[in-house]
């Protein structure tokens, strides 16, 4: 699966454009959504012996969702307002339109068995070895 299948890249970006101030709306949310449901993947995997898939899972949870958790620490920038909320529901609205203009089912994209392609992934498991 590529990485534009992937709802955390779109959640990276955003906060990208958040933290270098193009917009006011804050991806706190998503964040700790999406960190959230890592842990649970983690822990499912780990259930399932997937030992050396956790260990790449686990950094990329760590590079595109702690660190960016810590830079808005940093700043004191974690905050969880109305307009925010409701900017992150349209993000999702807008992922989950993009994937059925794709044809890619939501199961199919974050199947922990199939082979995930986005750059990061191949990265990683490339120097993990």
Known sequence: MTFDKKFSYWILAWFFVFFFGFTSYNPSL???????????????????????????????AFLIKVLPLLALLYKNQIAFNRESTIFSMFLAFIY??????????????????????????????????
Do not use: W
């Open 30 to 60: 998503l964040l700790f959504i999406a960190l959230s449901y890592n842990i649970v993947m983690i822990v499912y995997m780990f259930s399932l012996g997937m030992f050396q898939k956790i260990k790449t899972y686990a950094s990329i």
């Open 96 to 129: 989950l339109l993009y994937m059925r203009f794709t044809n890619t089912s939501i199961s199919d994209a974050y199947d922990i068995h199939k082979k995930n392609s986005a750059p990061l992934t191949n990265y990683i498991e490339k120097h993990m070895k």
